[in-house]
Nanobody
Framework: VQLQASGGGLVQAGGSLRLSCAASGRTGSRYAMGWFRQATGKEREFVASISWSGGTTYYADSVKGRFTISGDNAKYTAYLQMNSLKPEDTAVYYC?????????????????WGQGTQVTVSS
């Protein structure tokens, strides 16, 4: 499975960005996708995840109410709509793919990772 992430950029605090992650290859029909982020000097952390089997979504507390994860099964694409962005949201955002079909906040649950896209929020 290959993942192609896009949509990062520079935005002012309070602004919005929409990230996309397209999966290709042997994806199967039951899978989950997630978004993680890693700020400079910090560990990679969970942001949001979605399961296609039941439409289950999970969010990190730090982004609840501001970020929304969604998916397009026909395109094997996951989206992360980010609103009310804050400078502390600045990080490289990675999309991840799990063939197990269960949305998870654990890094170890995901087998495939995208290349990352930079999100910078200025104050």
């Amino acid at each position: 499975v290959q993942l192609q992430a896009s949509g990062g950029g520079l935005v002012q605090a309070g602004g919005s960005l929409r990230l996309s992650c397209a999966a290709s290859g042997r994806t199967g029909s039951r899978y989950a996708m997630g978004w993680f982020r890693q700020a400079t000097g910090k560990e990679r952390e969970f942001v949001a995840s979605i399961s296609w089997s039941g439409g289950t979504t999970y969010y990190a507390d730090s982004v609840k109410g501001r970020f929304t994860i969604s998916g397009d099964n026909a395109k094997y694409t996951a989206y992360l709509q980010m609103n009310s962005l804050k400078p502390e949201d600045t990080a490289v955002y990675y999309c991840a793919f799990s063939p197990l079909g269960l949305a998870s906040s654990s890094i170890s649950a995901y087998r495939y990772w995208g290349q990352g896209t930079q999100v910078t929020v200025s104050s």
